[in-house]
């Protein structure tokens, strides 16, 4: 694929990418709009499609914002829709979300499964893999550091 825009300030790269594939964001959904979503990437810098993978803080007007979520489609890497075909993963060792089973299934110094992948994602750095035998969790790889985020089975809203 090619650039087909300067990068954005993550260094990420809007390419030329075939309709519905993981890149084809020109046929994105509009929900960048709506939260402060973090840029994530193919191996090769082009921007991921926001409804492949997204990555946002958790809200401000309900005191979330410690947390953070990464929506993906099921399994990781698949496109969703909404709520019945995706998965949220969460980072909240503060228990903002008042779970404590999340807050508490999160592991800053976690080890990668031995069936674990390389999903190809990236983001600053940081990349994601997955256990394709376990989608109860996924791990951030930051050099030497492995960070485990849980699924929430019954995220939690606010309004």
Same mark, same amino acid.
């Given at each position: 694929?090619?650039?087909?825009?300067?990068?954005?300030?993550?260094?990420?790269?809007?390419?030329?990418?075939?309709?519905?594939?993981?890149?084809?964001?020109?046929?994105?959904?509009?929900?960048?709009?709506?939260?402060?979503?973090?840029?994530?990437?193919?191996?090769?810098?082009?921007?991921?499609?926001?409804?492949?993978?997204?990555?946002?803080?958790?809200?401000?007007?309900?005191?979330?914002? #410690? =947390?953070?979520?990464?929506?993906?489609?099921? &399994?990781? /890497? +698949?496109?969703? %829709?909404?709520?019945?075909? *995706?998965?949220?993963?969460?980072?909240?060792?503060?228990?903002?979300?008042?779970?404590?089973?999340?807050? #508490? =299934?999160?592991?800053?110094?976690?080890?990668? &499964?031995? /069936? +674990?992948?390389? %999903?190809?994602?990236?983001? *600053?750095?940081?990349?994601?893999?997955?256990?394709?035998?376990?989608?109860?969790?996924?791990?951030?790889?930051?050099?030497?550091?492995?960070?485990?985020?849980?699924?929430?089975?019954?995220?939690?809203?606010?309004?």
């Amino acid at each position: 694929m090619t650039p087909s825009t300067a990068p954005t300030e993550t260094g990420a790269v809007v390419c030329d990418a075939p309709e519905g594939s993981v890149n084809d964001v020109a046929t994105e959904p509009d929900w960048r709009e709506f939260a402060e979503y973090r840029d994530w990437t193919t191996a090769d810098r082009c921007l991921l499609r926001i409804d492949v993978l997204g990555d946002r803080p958790g809200p401000e007007h309900c005191g979330f914002e #410690a =947390a953070r979520v990464i929506i993906t489609g099921i &399994p990781v /890497g +698949a496109r969703y %829709t909404d709520a019945s075909d *995706d998965a949220e993963y969460i980072r909240d060792p503060d228990n903002v979300f008042g779970d404590p089973d999340t807050a #508490a =299934a999160f592991d800053p110094d976690a080890e990668l &499964p031995a /069936g +674990a992948e390389d %999903t190809g994602f990236r983001q *600053d750095g940081t990349e994601l893999w997955v256990d394709p035998a376990d989608e109860s969790a996924i791990y951030l790889v930051t050099g030497t550091s492995i960070e485990s985020w849980p699924l929430d089975p019954e995220p939690a809203g606010c309004t």
